[in-house]
T-cell receptor
Framework: DAKTTQPTSMDCAEGRAANLPCNHS???????VYWYRQIHSQGPQYIIH???NNETNEMASLIITEDRKSSTLILPHATLRDTAVYYC????????????FGPGTRLSVLP | NAGVMQNPRHLVRRRGQEARLRCSPM?????VYWYRQLPEEGLKFMVY????????ESGMPKERFSAEFPKEGPSILRIQQVVRGDSAAYFC?????????????FGQGTRLTVV
């Protein structure tokens, strides 16, 4: 399975866009990129996922580079409630694959 | 559509007792995953089940831990003869049958404290 690399921590000013990078240089053609976040000690929350194309939903946008070796999660207008640990996960579409969580990026949204 | 339900939310057990953690998946979801999170650490995969079948148990400790997902009822994670090191948050997630790009949704977890 492809491994991911994320910065340990990031800060973002409230109201500004938060751009969280993720490197997955060994990603395979059948592996999806998923993003989850964990606020304090709550259960992880699904954010978005994609394969090749950029994706957008009500929470965030996912930008995947053309070579698929990296991606960026964008929270367009960060609020204090977006302070959380953000996890980038690559997961094959083969049957029986679980979600492998790394250490993630601790995003602090500052007032 | 209710989310993934875990109970109890908090569980206190004395060393040597058994702990049973329950997870009711979202409606229509036939796959369940269990994860453990030790204090100040990351989420560690434990086991992946579909109804009446274990798909992947590579993250389960070899002794004292077992999991099931019967045809009817919730998935159960059972820890026998608990020790202090079992104190952690246990999260379960559910997903539809594993199609190419299905996301998993997590419950709020069970916090197990062993005293």
């Amino acid at each position: 399975d492809a491994k991911t690399t994320q910065p340990t921590s990031m800060d973002c000013a409230e109201g500004r866009a938060a751009n969280l990078p993720c490197n997955h240089s060994t990603i395979s053609g059948n592996e999806y990129v998923y993003w989850y976040r964990q606020i304090h000690s709550q259960g992880p929350q699904y954010i978005i996922h994609g394969l090749k194309n950029n994706e957008t939903n009500e929470m965030a946008s996912l930008i995947i580079t053309e070579d698929r070796k990296s991606s960026t999660l964008i929270l367009p207008h960060a609020t204090l409630r977006d302070t959380a640990v953000y996890y980038c996960i690559v997961r094959p579409d083969n049957y029986g694959q679980n979600f492998v969580f790394g250490p993630g990026t601790r995003l602090s949204v500052l007032p | 559509n209710a989310g993934v339900m875990q109970n109890p939310r908090h569980l206190v057990r004395r060393r040597g007792q058994e702990a049973r953690l329950r997870c009711s998946p979202m409606k229509g979801h036939s796959h369940v995953y269990w994860y453990r999170q030790l204090p100040e650490e990351g989420l560690k995969f434990m086991v992946y089940l579909q109804k009446e079948n274990i798909i992947d148990e590579s993250g389960m400790p070899k002794e004292r831990f077992s999991a099931e997902f019967p045809k009817e009822g919730p998935s159960i994670l059972r820890i026998q003869q608990v020790v202090r090191g079992d104190s952690a948050a246990y999260f379960c997630a559910s997903s539809p049958p594993n199609l190419a790009d299905t996301e998993a949704f997590f419950g709020q977890g069970t916090r197990l404290t062993v005293v």
